[in-house]
């Protein structure tokens, strides 16, 4: 079993697997993967590759692909990730919510929430 403590993700012999830039909020456990959500911290601004997979060992797969904002904000990392009817979703605070490929984190389809 793995979880996270502060910016690590441990295994159940306390571990480190891997080591986040900053918090991670949430660890989801995803087909042979887990997914990482990292906090974006109040005045730090760019962190918006902050979704990143893992392997069960600890090997990084990939980073999640940057959704490029169309008002023109530059700063918009992820605040969500979940699974939803078998597939993996995050969201930014600006109000898109993406599906994410778990292969290679790509951007398969983003939906408007606001």
Same mark, same amino acid.
């Given at each position: 079993?793995?979880?996270?403590?502060?910016?690590?993700?441990?295994?159940?012999? +306390?571990?480190?697997?891997?080591? $986040?830039?900053?918090?991670?909020?949430?660890?989801?456990?995803? #087909?042979?993967? %887990?997914?990482? @959500?990292?906090?974006?911290?109040?005045?730090?601004?760019?962190?918006?590759?902050?979704?990143?997979?893992?392997?069960?060992? +600890?090997?990084?797969?990939?980073? $999640?692909?940057?959704?490029?904002?169309?008002?023109?904000?530059? #700063?918009?990392? %992820?605040?969500? @990730?979940?699974?939803?009817?078998?597939?993996?979703?995050?969201?930014?605070?600006?109000?898109?919510?993406?599906?994410?490929?778990?292969?290679?984190?790509?951007?398969?389809?983003?939906?408007?929430?606001?």
């Amino acid at each position: 079993m793995i979880s996270s403590e502060r910016n690590k993700v441990i295994d159940d012999a +306390g571990a480190v697997l891997y080591q $986040a830039r900053y918090h991670i909020t949430r660890l989801l456990p995803f #087909d042979a993967l %887990y997914l990482l @959500l990292e906090e974006s911290p109040l005045g730090i601004l760019y962190n918006n590759n902050n979704v990143t997979a893992i392997s069960p060992t +600890g090997e990084l797969r990939w980073k $999640a692909e940057v959704l490029q904002s169309v008002s023109g904000a530059v #700063d918009n990392p %992820y605040r969500d @990730l979940w699974i939803a009817d078998g597939q993996l979703w995050a969201s930014n605070w600006i109000g898109w919510a993406v599906q994410l490929d778990p292969a290679n984190g790509k951007v398969l389809q983003k939906v408007w929430t606001k």
